[in-house]
């Protein structure tokens, strides 16, 4: 028998409707760190896994902040139609634990922009926990081009690896890994 922490969960166990209360950590316009290029960050609240070392402690709390709100949105969408904005971030606490606010705002993004701006996410949950977990969870994946995947494990903490913080955690094309049903690292890593 497998042992489970208590941040490792188990399919169907954290679902998105029980644990989001729909807040906003913080909305962060224009940045170059959250992914590739120029870049509009939205950090939800609230996250399961307590990772020891977390760089937004604050964030796990699913109070912390603000409402998301349609005006944010809209603010979102009119920042992200500038020409030199590559895309949108999503980032926690835990995307997949906020599916609601995620999916509401990605839907958009694609309805307005198509595939011109993409989409990055940052989860705790590996890509096997997401694809054998909720319909909200795989909906979620489905929006999103590149996603970073696993908890980040301080032991493993790597200052020189790009986009992630340890050296367990993967940068995944979500599209290519959806079509050939494997993970399929994002093309331009470099280690």
């Excluded at 895309?87 to 990605?106: A, M």
Aim: net charge negative.
């Amino acid at each position: 028998m497998v042992k489970t922490l208590p941040n490792d969960p188990q399919p169907l166990e954290w679902l998105a409707s029980d644990w989001s209360q729909g807040y906003v950590a913080s909305y962060k316009p224009f940045n170059f760190v959250d992914g590739e290029g120029v870049r509009c960050s939205i950090y939800v609240s609230g996250c399961k896994f307590a990772c020891p070392g977390c760089y937004n402690k604050v964030a796990q709390n699913f109070h912390y902040g603000k409402p998301y709100t349609m005006a944010l949105e809209d603010q979102i969408i009119e920042d992200l139609s500038q020409s030199y904005v590559q895309g949108l971030t999503l980032l926690g606490g835990e995307p997949f634990l906020n599916t609601q606010v995620c999916l509401q705002l990605c839907r958009r993004v694609r309805a307005e922009f198509g595939q011109t701006k993409d989409i990055w996410s940052w989860t705790g949950y590996t890509w096997d926990e997401l694809v054998q977990d909720s319909p909200d969870k795989l909906a979620l994946l489905q929006e999103i081009d590149v996603l970073v995947d696993g908890r980040f494990l301080e032991a493993q903490k790597d200052l020189t690896l790009q986009f992630r913080g340890s050296r367990n955690q993967r940068i995944i094309d979500v599209p290519a890994t959806l079509a050939a049903g494997t993970v399929q690292f994002w093309p331009r890593l470099t280690r």
